[in-house]
């Protein structure tokens, strides 16, 4: 006797689902991208950042495999400590030496949005939180 054994087609959303090493790289690649049009374009980190932060936290929570969701709670923070060391250089400082400067870019940077990069991981973490309980 043999049976038919039928294969069944994965859920489109299966097909969007990404691995924790490509949420990573994505939000880095991305983060770097936005802060480096928001630096270029008025020589400051502002919201614009902030507000691409959330938005990329957001996206990725939904793409993410479920498996990897600690992807898209950790990469905010990685993400936006990333853009800030590369490409929010543009938006240094020019005063003090540059051990100062460096110090006082970072510690400001990470202060002065901790809100939105706090915001952001707490969107990742609800989405995520809904899409792992929640059945396709």
């Excluded at 809100?115 to 990742?124: D, M, R, V």
């Amino acid at each position: 006797m043999t049976e038919n054994i039928e294969t069944v087609e994965p859920a489109i959303a299966n097909k969007l689902d990404i691995t924790y090493l490509r949420v990573l790289i994505l939000n880095l690649f991305a983060m770097s991208l936005i802060m480096g049009i928001d630096v270029i374009s008025d020589n400051k980190i502002s919201e614009f950042s902030a507000v691409g932060l959330v938005v990329l936290a957001f996206i990725t929570s939904l793409v993410v495999r479920r498996g990897d969701f600690l992807a898209a709670v950790w990469s905010p923070a990685i993400a936006w400590l990333f853009a800030v060391l590369t490409v929010g250089q543009l938006a240094l400082k020019d005063s003090g030496s540059f051990r100062i400067k460096e110090a006082a870019h970072i510690v400001n940077s990470l202060a002065d949005f901790a809100y939105w990069i706090l915001g952001a991981t707490a969107i990742a973490i609800v989405v995520t939180f809904v899409r792992r309980f929640l059945k396709p």
